[in-house]
């Protein structure tokens, strides 16, 4: 597992999040105290485990699992607050993880279920929520793997409830990574690489009802991140509740590309 923890802070690096080598030897579930917190509930379990999700495999990686509880509030999340050390939230943040869709397969992945990987929360709670970005994976009628992007936007949403979407199917079985550039303010953006190099490749930004501006001004900077499972449907929890999740290598940053 590369990255669990603040490595280093400095201009270009908010939470590089990479303790390597013979640091997860072990991989031993004290490593989940190099996160800000961890937060696990109704018999849901987070463990740090052998072998990791990259290219070239670090030695641990994180598990994430409701323990089949069916709890509307069932979570397991890891924590981390390094971008509230800045006064109202980051403006800018960059971030990248690792995940692997495999336990959330067959016929019951349908369009019934999402679960949340990974939360950015605001500084401020604007139209009932806090989160600049959530990532999901969901489902579809073709029992495809999609992962959705939803990202705060204000008055450049073309619904109601003041989020721009973006969904990407037919995902693929197997480890992915993951790569948001988030842009806070007025004309803010989000633009996002899925299995694609950021240091050497264009991204593609979400859409708005203004071509591709968001207005996230109502939810100030970026002040946190969670991981793992959280926010799960009904149908996720009826079919899914003892899936174990895999998660690996977030880093995180103020301005430069992460890549793989």
């Known amino acids: 597992m590369k990255s669990l923890k603040t490595l280093m802070l400095a201009v270009a690096s908010l939470a590089g999040l990479g303790i390597a080598g013979s640091a997860f030897a072990q991989c031993a579930d004290t490593n989940l105290s190099a996160w800000s917190s961890t937060f696990t509930n109704n018999a849901t379990t987070l463990h740090v485990v052998a072998t990791g999700l990259e290219a070239t495999p670090s030695a641990c990686k994180l598990t994430a699992n409701l323990g089949g509880s069916t ?3 069932a979570t397991a999340i890891v924590i981390d607050t390094t ?3 800045t006064a109202g939230g980051e403006p800018r943040y960059r971030a990248r993880f690792y995940f692997n869709v495999d336990a959330v397969t067959g016929a019951s992945l349908n369009s019934g279920i999402q679960s949340t990987l990974l939360n950015v929360v605001g500084n401020s709670a604007s139209q009932g929520f806090n989160q600049i970005l959530r990532v999901l994976h969901r489902g579809n009628s073709s029992n495809q793997h999609v992962i959705r992007l939803a ?4 008055a450049n949403s073309p619904s109601a409830d003041g989020l721009c979407r973006v969904d990407i199917s037919n995902v693929a079985a197997g480890n992915h990574y993951l790569e948001v550039d988030i842009q806070t303010g ?3 953006s989000v633009t996002y690489w899925l299995d694609s190099n950021a240091t050497s490749t264009a991204g593609t930004l979400i859409p708005s009802n203004s071509g591709t501006t968001l207005n996230m001004s109502a939810w100030g900077g970026v002040v946190s991140m969670s991981m793992g499972i959280s926010n ?5 929890r009826a079919s899914f509740a003892s899936a174990t999740q895999n998660f690996d290598a977030f880093d995180s940053r103020r301005q430069t590309a992460i890549g793989p």
């Open 71 to 73: 709890q509307q509030n």
């Open 83 to 85: 971008p509230g050390a």
């Open 151 to 154: 990202a705060a936007c204000g």
């Open 186 to 188: 007025a004309t803010g």
């Open 232 to 236: 799960t449907s009904p149908n996720y």
